[in-house]
């Protein structure tokens, strides 16, 4: 009987892994295949199996296309395993890298190495992001112990909105000295994945692959974490460790996303509980499957920032938002 659960559950997970590894090849598939010039799905694997530089497809795909739905895959899984990260440890349903501020902490540090050092920078984007990040991690949480009561949902939550607000008054202020310079800035802040530089992705890779590898050491600890510190420690788990591991995390994968496609909200927030409803809180399983739906989410949604309004271009983080407020404001009611 054992063994049959165990083969049962098994084919269950296999069934649920193959299903968004192929949601998100479909996705990825179409993605190339629509915008402004219709592409054949046809002609997309014929550019992937026999690429000719003289079928003016096939450059419009492996130059432009691409490229973005790479990105657009990176920053989602990132983005969602960074919710996912960040709900488990501080055991608030409520917990996105947006609304706890290191969205606005990181978009504020480029902005401000860019009004400084102009395109110079942007080989340093990363580390500019990962650094904001951070700083207004520390910040939120700071505001939100020194108020009565302590680091509670509602006050994680009224902190990171006074943090982002303060950063977003700043980053106008900023962008009105320098109107020219910023032009290229103010679709960027919005977050979108058009016109993102495909180089960013490499000076991120380093980044990434560190970020995702202490993501993997602490999937299962943050498991332990869900229940309360003292469930953890009972367990045998450094819960001071764990938990300043997973802040370099998500403000690694958060930053990475921050430099390839600007703020995107709510992307962090919205995945991780539609995963748990058909895996569970087990966050071994929880993180790898925020992960893959994620990747697949952002595909589908920069797919409807493009074509909703076909020929204009919307910004693929108005779309996130547009999504994601409302499953906000549900929870919110829900949680709180």
């Not at 920078?121 to 009565?148: D, H, K, N, Q, R």
Request: glycine content about 8%; some cysteine.
């Amino acid at each position: 009987m054992a063994t049959a659960n165990t083969n049962l559950r098994l084919a269950g997970e296999s069934s649920r892994a193959l299903m968004c590894i192929g949601a998100i090849i479909f996705f990825f598939a179409l993605h190339i295949s629509v915008g402004a010039k219709h592409i054949p799905l046809a002609n997309v694997f014929d550019a992937f199996l026999s690429y000719d530089a003289k079928v003016f497809d096939h450059i419009v795909i492996w130059d432009l296309r691409l490229p973005r739905a790479i990105i657009a895959l990176v920053v989602g899984a990132c983005l969602a395993v960074s919710g996912a990260l960040m709900q488990g440890v501080t055991r608030n349903a409520l917990a996105d890298p947006g609304l706890l501020g290191l969205l606005s902490g990181a978009s504020f540090a480029v902005v401000i190495g860019y009004y400084f050092f102009g395109s110079t920078v942007m080989p340093f984007l990363p580390m500019l992001a990962s650094a904001g990040a951070l700083v207004a991690a520390c910040l939120v949480w700071w505001i939100a112990t020194a108020a009565p009561g302590g680091a509670r949902p509602l006050t994680l939550i009224l902190s990171g909105a006074a943090v982002t607000a303060f950063l977003a008054a700043i980053i106008s202020g900023v962008q009105l000295l320098d109107q020219d310079n910023f032009q290229n800035l103010r679709v960027w802040l919005t977050g979108s994945i058009s016109g993102s530089r495909f180089e960013v992705l490499y000076w991120c890779t380093p980044w990434l692959i560190g970020s995702s590898a202490i993501t993997l050491y602490v999937a299962r600890q943050v498991t332990s974490l869900a229940m309360g510190d003292e469930v953890a420690v009972g367990l045998g788990v450094n819960v001071a460790k764990i938990k300043m591991l997973v802040l370099l995390a998500v403000v690694g994968l958060t930053s990475c996303a921050v430099a390839l496609a600007g703020p995107m909200g709510f992307i962090g927030l919205v995945i991780p509980h539609v995963v748990r409803l058909f895996v569970g809180t087990d966050y071994a399983r929880v993180v790898p499957y925020s992960a893959l739906v994620g990747a697949a989410y952002l595909l589908l949604v920069d797919i409807v920032a493009r074509m909703a309004l076909a020929p204009v271009e919307i910004s693929t983080g108005l779309v996130t938002s547009l999504l994601g407020a409302p499953f906000f404001v549900w929870l919110v009611k829900a949680k709180l």
